[in-house]
């Protein structure tokens, strides 16, 4: 076992190493992948190691997953939602329900951030894209909120956060992955979604609680605007015209789900029509949009297949040296009880996310613990949640977080670098806070899972 121990560690630095070169992650796993085959098979031809390794038995069997890839009826939703987000962007939604919300929100404290966080609720009940939802909301919020002397730490982390909560929010493109790579009937896309659906609405929750506690013990934050129009029917009336398209949507994707009338790959082509159909509706469809989003899909669903099929050879490679059976020893031999365990796998993802993108830990790290997970008896679906929180803070965590490299991109140029860290601390501990209630109170993740089967 010391044997297989120095392997595995000495992969994890390998790949380490050549992450910080820069070079493109897909190839730094297959890269990886290689070396670590030619040096165990090396290790038994040459010096008699007491491995179970060779190399039918690990690189060998990559071509079989990666046909097992590409023949997955679950992934085929990963495009299609990607589409739908990249399609929403483009009809215009987000702008006319920050037009209207500003009218029946902008007269409260804090009133711009509560627009902020609901609408990044809605978009992200509609596309999992973080990218795209953190431009948007920064483009359409920043400039209002600093017009009416908001505080640059609390507008610009208020975007920047809720535009995170896409990737936990159903539908999910992290969720659909966990669900492929954890291959088992109960973690399916559909009980994901349904496990991830209340931990997401209450984070929102706890968003909109901050934005409007916050202002109230520091007016000087977020001042009320003069000039606001009093709230009548009209405003009430634009706000419900501006969501209904939305809601629809969301009826139609997630509705279809849990109601299991539509499996998620089939929902998924519910919402990529659903969405091109809105842009439509709008005026904003054109060759030039359709061209556009079909290539910025093209491009992001190749990103991720290419780190997937990267991903796979390291852990077939990684499996081939035992490093499963040592990271399960491992985990399974902490002195803290099964608790314990859980708690030192969301801790360990956290402390990644400093420094890996949820691709890569969603494809490497998942499946090593799930197992170890289950074995101690948890609810899979509650240990995945949990997990998928904590990889929500990746994106806002110093120095891998790409929201904060996405809201910098589109910020005024007063915003500076130090008001985004500022900004996003409050929100970070927020997410923790919500993991924290998650594990303690499991049934948040599990009760709609469960109804489905009862």
Partial sequence: MELEVLFVIGMFLTFGALLMTGYPVAWVLGGTAVIWTLVGVIAVENFGANLWFDYQSSMGLVPERIWGIIESETLVALPMFIFMGIMLDQSGIAERLMKSMVQLFGGVRGGFAVTVIIIGVLLAATTGIIGASVVLLGMLSLPVMLENKYDKGFAVGTACATGTLGILIPPSIMLVLMADRLAVPEASVGDLFMGAFLPGIMLGAMYVAYALIRPLLQPHIAPVPAGMGKVNWSVVWDVIKAVIPTAALILGVLGSIFAGVATPTEASGVGALGALLLALFSGRLNMKVLNASLHQTTRTSAFIFAIFLGATAFSVVLRGLGGDAVIEEALLGLPFGPYGVVLTILFGVFL???????????????????????????????????????????????????????????????????????????????????????????????????????
């Fill in 352 to 454: 990644l996310g400093f420094f890996l993108d949820w691709v890569e830990i969603t494809l490497i790290i998942l499946p090593l613990v799930a197992p170890v997970v289950q074995q101690l008896g948890f609810d899979l679906v509650w240990f995945t949640i949990l997990f998928a929180m904590c990889l929500q803070t990746s994106f806002l965590t110093p120095p891998v977080g790409f929201a904060l490299f996405y809201i910098k991109g589109v910020a005024p140029p007063e915003i500076k670098v130090t008001d985004i860290y500022r900004g996003v601390v409050p929100f970070i501990i927020i997410q923790l806070v919500a993991v924290a209630i998650v594990f303690l109170v499991p049934e948040i993740a599990t009760w709609l899972p469960g109804m489905a089967y009862d």
